[in-house]
């Protein structure tokens, strides 16, 4: 039986807690559970340590962001000698055969070795839709024929698809080893879609397995991430992508070329927020280079395996 650890980041968890854990219990397959607490002030701490003392439970002094606290849950369960890392959301929770489902796509495949994530259908809280953003991504990979394979009741065990978020994630000991760790640089957002960019530039795929089903009780409306406070990451995600080798040149190009075009049309406001981002850019650039030159240089950047 591979050795499976499940890695959850709280913050302020306790409406989804009971539903999140209880449901580990009861996995047909056996998991470990390492919980991240990113400073949590509604007694989820002493709730989760109360209740489910079978979970290792590590306190963070501050909030250090989705990714960097699933690092650290990656960097304990990799030295506990994990085969698997099922990175979730504290606002979900699983079923019975939900990772077996997944496992079981995983032994099946031909070819081990360009599986990068396995992901499972994701349902919104009510578990009778899928959720929406799910409904999103499967859209854009039109090309997979998923929807007229789900109108036509001739699913197929699994799809490749281009992204799925970081809600339901579960990566073999590989992906870990040859992709990393999520970069330190996005606090929340945007760091799921730049693990991805590398994912890609290893040469490995995404497999949303069919029959495997989860819940992810998030917000369903595709306009919910607030962009005011997280402005424009995919500029940084852009700049970042080992995929684009010129990328830093022509984001910073294109941001001035938008500056001056949105200055002739007399769009002051845009000119505004755009030269706020470039000054942004110009401010990080060497942090930026930084970081993505240890994507290429590090064997497993970000992560201290």
């Not at 859209?139 to 197929?156: C, E, G, H, P, W």
Request: some cysteine; charged content about 25%.
């Amino acid at each position: 039986m591979p050795k499976i650890y499940l890695i959850i980041v709280t913050f302020n968890a306790m409406k989804w807690a009971e539903k999140c854990f209880s449901s580990l219990r009861k996995s047909s397959v056996p998991v470990q559970t390492i919980v991240v607490d990113n400073g949590s002030n509604d007694g989820t701490q002493d709730f989760i340590k109360n209740n489910f003392p079978e979970v290792e439970f590590l306190q963070s002094p501050e909030n250090l962001g989705f990714g960097k606290g699933n690092n650290l849950g990656i960097e304990m369960a990799y030295k506990k000698g994990a085969d698997f890392f099922y990175l979730m959301n504290q606002d979900a929770w699983i079923f019975d055969d939900s990772i077996q489902n997944l496992l079981d796509v995983f032994e099946n495949h031909p070819k081990k070795e360009e599986i990068g994530i396995l992901s499972p259908m994701h349902l919104d809280g009510s578990e009778e839709k899928l959720d929406l953003f799910l409904d999103k991504y499967i859209a854009q990979n039109f090309k997979t024929r998923m929807i007229s394979d789900l109108y036509l009741n001739q699913v197929k065990s699994f799809y490749e698809i281009s992204f799925i978020n970081a809600a339901h994630w579960f990566l073999p000991k590989e992906t870990v080893e040859k992709v990393g760790g999520f970069n330190p640089y996005f606090f929340h957002y945007g760091e799921d879609n730049e693990y991805v960019n590398r994912l890609h530039f290893h040469g490995k795929k995404i497999l949303l397995c069919a029959k495997s089903r989860v819940v992810h009780d998030g917000k369903q409306n595709l306009k919910k991430v607030d962009y005011e406070k997280y402005s424009d990451l995919g500029i940084e995600t852009k700049m970042l992508n080992p995929n684009l080798p010129n990328s830093f040149n022509q984001e910073k190009s294109a941001l001035k070329q938008s500056i001056l075009k949105n200055f002739l049309l007399r769009n002051f406001e845009e000119v505004k927020r755009l030269r706020k981002i470039l000054h942004r850019l110009q401010k990080n650039s060497e942090e930026l280079v930084s970081l993505k030159n240890k994507i290429f240089k590090e064997a497993h950047p970000f992560l201290n395996i």
